[in-house]
């Protein structure tokens, strides 16, 4: 069975930085792409960022929503089963639940949504401006 669980939420100022991490089990996590999304109240989830991991030539390849480009940057650890969110110059718009999702297979383009099958329980992440 497959587990995301989420942790480094929390509220910070505008401005500020966060990093979040997902620990995966039940999955041979090499073999997935994974991503984040997020969810602000009343509006629908939306894609974050998401990286692939590519074996055969040992590429990461990733992918971020314009929005965050140039302040968010994805990582993963595959020894550690983890996929990181580094987050700064975060705004009050980036406020929202964050949730972690694995999509099986190497992706050398955005995941499409569809692809991501298994999802985390989410961390609130809040900035005050």
């Known amino acids: 069975q497959v587990q995301l669980v989420e942790s480094g939420g929390g509220l910070v100022q505008a401005g500020g930085s966060l990093r979040l991490s997902c620990a995966a089990s039940?999955?041979?996590?090499?073999?997935?792409?994974m991503g984040w999304f997020r969810q602000a109240p009343g509006k629908e989830r939306e894609f974050v960022a998401a990286?692939?991991?590519?074996?055969?030539?040992?590429?990461?390849?990733?992918y971020y929503t314009d929005s965050v480009k140039e302040r968010f940057t994805i990582s993963r650890d595959n020894a550690k089963r983890t996929v990181y969110l580094q987050m700064n110059s975060l705004k009050p718009d980036d406020t929202a639940v964050y949730y972690c999702?694995?999509?099986?297979?190497?992706?050398?383009?955005?995941?499409?949504?569809?692809?991501?099958?298994?999802w985390g329980q989410g961390t609130q992440v809040t900035v005050s401006s």
């Open positions: 999702a694995a999509a099986l297979g190497t992706f050398r383009q955005v995941p499409p949504r569809a692809a991501f099958r298994s």
């Open positions: 990286v692939s991991w590519d074996g055969g030539s040992s590429t990461y390849y990733t």
């Open positions: 039940g999955l041979s996590f090499s073999s997935y792409a």
